[in-house]
T-cell receptor, first 115, second 113 residues
Framework: QKEVEQNSGPLSVPEGAIASLNCTYS??????FFWYRQYSGKSPELIMS????GDKEDGRFTAQLNKASQYVSLLIRDSQPSDSATYLC???????????????FGQGTILTVHP | DTEVTQTPKHLVMGMTNKKSLKCEQH?????MYWYKQKAKKPPELMFV???????INESVPSRFSPECPNSSLLNLHLHALQPEDSALYLC????????????FGPGTRLTVT
């Protein structure tokens, strides 16, 4: 089982729709979760961090965390063509574990928003 | 300000060359990271420095040698690289190991010929 798994995609949504990106993780002790956006040829950009169960909203982005199910998601409302990118889920290794201090990334989901 | 800078942006080197990649941050962060990213893959951790001391080495070949001269600077010295080492090399920083919000620099696109 991979440590961090994302829905494989690619995901294509029409402009104005909601894009839903999902991620599961294996380290039950993990407490910190992140979403990065990476445009082609560019470096990853942090767009959301979430540490507690529930929802966290920032503009058009909502991150959702369910630690019991080991599940993290990112919703993008009113999707725009400029949101077309690869979205990377990342999980910080838990203290006391072999992955402490390490950010483990999922394989990424390519999102295309078409006009 | 969440800026991490990296130089050079592009680097082409032969297998016998020695070169260095540089990274700088002025956010007061105490953890700095080197990642390698191949096309269509996620970033792959290479090294982590915490308070200027090497904290994690992900079994990286010795032809890659990291250095942290001070809390703002991180170097990656390259020697006798192989063509398969061609990749995007990313530097990142965070407040600390327990603070996972890592901010990435723009990267150095390395080509080994």
């Amino acid at each position: 089982q991979k440590e961090v798994e994302q829905n494989s995609g690619p995901l294509s949504v029409p402009e104005g729709a909601i894009a839903s990106l999902n991620c599961t993780y294996s380290d039950r002790g993990s407490q910190s979760f992140f979403w990065y956006r990476q445009y082609s040829g560019k470096s990853p950009e942090l767009i959301m961090s979430i540490y507690s169960n529930g929802d966290k909203e920032d503009g058009r982005f909502t991150a959702q965390l369910n630690k019991a199910s080991q599940y993290v998601s990112l919703l993008i409302r009113d999707s725009q063509p400029s949101d077309s990118a690869t979205y990377l889920c990342a999980v910080l290794g838990s203290a006391g574990g072999t992955s402490y201090g390490k950010l483990t990334f999922g394989q990424g989901t390519i999102l295309t928003v078409h006009p | 300000d969440t800026e991490v800078t990296q130089t050079p942006k592009h680097l082409v080197m032969g297998m016998t060359n020695k070169k260095s990649l540089k990274c700088e941050q002025h956010m007061g962060h105490r953890a700095m990271y080197w990642y390698k990213q191949k096309a269509k893959k996620p970033p792959e951790l290479m090294f982590v420095y915490s308070y200027e001391k090497l904290s994690i080495n992900e079994s990286v070949p010795s032809r890659f040698s990291p250095e942290c001269p001070n809390s703002s600077l991180l170097n990656l010295h390259l020697h006798a690289l192989q063509p398969e080492d061609s990749a995007l090399y990313l530097c990142a920083s965070s407040q600390g190991l327990a603070k996972g919000e890592q901010y990435f620099g723009p990267g150095t696109r390395l080509t080994v010929t």
